[in-house]
Structure formats: C-alpha cells, structure tokens
C-alpha cells in the first residue's frame, strides 16, 4: 500500500538557517503531494502541494518538487524564523480516491 | 465561515462508557474525515465519507462508528471506550477527492 516516509526529527535550528525536511512516498500510479504544518494546539494547515511530476509547490517561502525519479518531495526553506516552530507532516493523496496517507511528522524548533 | 467545528474540546471517559465526538462544516464540502493523531505518529484515517448517507472504513475503524445524515455533520460514535482509544482526534473535509482538506482543532480524548 501507499506509504510515507519523512526525516526523524525533533530539529532545532538557529533563526535564519536553512531547512530541509526529507520526505519519500511508495505508491501506485501518479499521486498528489502534501505538506501540512501543525502548530502547537491547533488542527493541521495546507502548507503546499503539488499534483504532478517537476511540480514546485511553494507558500510563505517554504518550497517542494514533486520527484518521481526519487519518489521524494522534500521541504525547503532558505531562512527559518521563530514563527515557523511546529510539526509538518508531508502526506501522499491516492491516485484513485480521496484519502491521505501521513508521515508521522517532524517536529521543527527555531531558536532566536 | 466557521470552517471546520468539534466539540467537545477535551473529554475524559471511563473504560466502556460511550460517547459522540461532534463535527461539522460550514463549506458545503462533500467530503469528510475522521482522523486520530497519536503521540510522536502521524494521523491515520478512522472514517470518511464522500457525501450524505455514504461512509466507509479508513485504516483503523475498529471501536468506531459514523453517520453522515447530513452534508454538514460528520460525528464520530465510540460505543465501549478504551484506553487504545486515547488519543487526539481531528475532523477533516474538503470539496472533492483532489482538493485541499481542512481540519478542525481536534478533541483530546482520555479513557482511564
């Protein structure tokens, strides 16, 4: 079946480093790619996604390529800062239907 | 748009009591979701339901139950409690099969 497999965290980084959040799926057929961010007490966010392969998504200066040849989507982002401190979850939606499958999720801690 | 609404926001149960975890949307989405989210794990999907009067088992429906009467409320029935069953539980929905979910901010549920 479908799987995802992400970095094991926690990681702690200095404001204003760079992030790179590794993430690898097992999948049939073409699926769509997600990162989630949770922040701390709250339900998870659509951070980016991207439906298809060499697709970038990217939103509030984090990024993802969808890589079929590696079958990775990995998290980047040049300059973290304090606000970005949570847990992200990439996540892979089935080719044929509506479910997610999650990575269990790294926990991000920025320090100033 | 309240989005997506639980409640109870926190819930202390007793092994073998019963209780409904509530959740509705106000987006008009067809499709929703039941997810728990143990400690350090990812989230893995309980139910889902792609429109009113339609339901069907996720990757881990043992101990639950769902209806969905309606396109707005999706509630999560556990009929004996656990202590398997603690956990964190979140609420999603989206529009269609290849649309972002929402979530709600989850119920923190205990079985003592």
């Known amino acids: 079946g479908d799987s995802v497999t992400q970095m094991e965290g926690p990681v702690t980084l200095s404001e204003e480093a760079f992030l790179t959040i590794n993430c690898t799926y097992t999948?049939?057929?073409?699926?769509?790619l997600f990162w989630y961010v949770q922040y701390p007490g709250e339900g998870l966010q659509l951070l980016l996604k991207?439906?298809?392969?060499?697709d970038k998504g990217s939103n509030k200066g984090f990024e993802a390529t969808y890589r079929k040849e590696t079958t990775s989507f990995h998290l980047e982002k040049g300059s973290v800062q304090v606000s970005d401190s949570a847990v992200y979850f990439c996540?892979?939606?089935?080719?044929?239907?509506?479910?997610?499958?999650f990575g269990e999720g790294t926990q991000l801690t920025v320090n100033p | 748009n309240a989005g997506v609404t639980q409640t109870p926001k926190f819930r202390i149960l007793k092994i073998g009591q019963s209780m409904t975890l509530q959740c509705a949307q106000d987006?008009?989405?067809?499709?929703m979701y039941w997810y728990r989210q143990d400690p350090g794990m990812g989230l893995k999907l309980i139910y889902y339901?792609?429109?009113?009067?339609?339901?069907d088992k996720g990757e881990v429906p043992n101990g639950y139950n769902v209806s969905r009467s309606t396109t707005e409320d999706f509630p999560l029935r556990l009929e004996l409690a656990a202590p398997s069953q603690t956990s964190v539980y979140f609420c999603?929905?989206?529009?269609?099969?290849?649309?972002?979910?929402?979530f709600g901010p989850g119920t923190r549920l205990t079985v003592l």
């Open positions: 339901s792609v429109g009113a009067g339609i339901t």
């Open positions: 999948a049939t057929g073409y699926p769509s």
């Open positions: 996540a892979l939606g089935e080719t044929s239907g509506s479910r997610l499958t």
């Open positions: 991207a439906t298809k392969a060499d």
């Open positions: 987006m008009n989405h067809n499709y």
């Open positions: 999603a929905s989206s529009y269609s099969r290849d649309n972002e979910q929402f």
